[in-house]
């Protein structure tokens, strides 16, 4: 039990870091002043923690408004592949815009970037994604805390 409880502990002193590090502002907030006021559909942040080589990783996240899903995967080689998820049809055909950095850099010094747009999937056409493969980001270090911004244009 003990062994737990420190564990735990240790859990969330390294939670609460990592919190401590997002910005102050709402992220819709954040995003809207850089869209020149255009308030985003979706927003969300993932975090996750850098595995060490050969140990997996996969994180998921939804969005303020719980419509799209983030999920983070390390891929057999080592890649990061980056996939969105909704099956709000109003999120269908827009672009989901995304920012990966870590808690020690800020976002405007991001390890990568860029756009996906929402599609319907060959499973089910009521269900949209976008998918990336984003390569093996190595300058990232087992532990570091990584951070994807996301947000659904107008």
């Known amino acids: 039990m003990r062994e737990m409880d420190a564990a735990a502990s240790r859990a969330w002193e ?16 954040i995003i809207a002043e850089r869209w020149g ?6 927003v969300g942040i993932l975090l996750a923690r850098w595995p060490s080589p050969g140990e997996a ?7 303020d408004d719980l419509r799209l899903v983030a999920t983070a995967r390390i891929d057999e080689d080592g890649g990061l592949r980056l ?32 756009g ?3 599609v319907p999937t060959s499973s089910s056409p009521n269900r949209f994604e ?24 107008p």
């Open 83 to 114: 996939t969105f998820q909704t099956e709000d049809p109003d999120l269908a055909k827009r672009v989901v815009y995304f920012t990966v950095y870590t808690l020690e850099r800020t976002d405007s010094d991001p390890f990568a970037g860029g």
């Open 37 to 42: 006021g255009k308030q985003p559909l979706s």
């Open 130 to 153: 976008g998918r990336c493969w984003l390569g093996t980001l190595e300058d990232l270090r087992p532990g570091d805390i990584l951070a994807i911004q996301f947000a659904v244009a």
């Open 116 to 118: 996906v747009l929402m």
């Open 14 to 29: 390294e939670i609460r870091r990592a919190i401590s590090r997002l910005p102050a502002k709402p992220l819709r907030e």
């Open 57 to 63: 990783l996969e994180a998921s996240a939804r969005s």
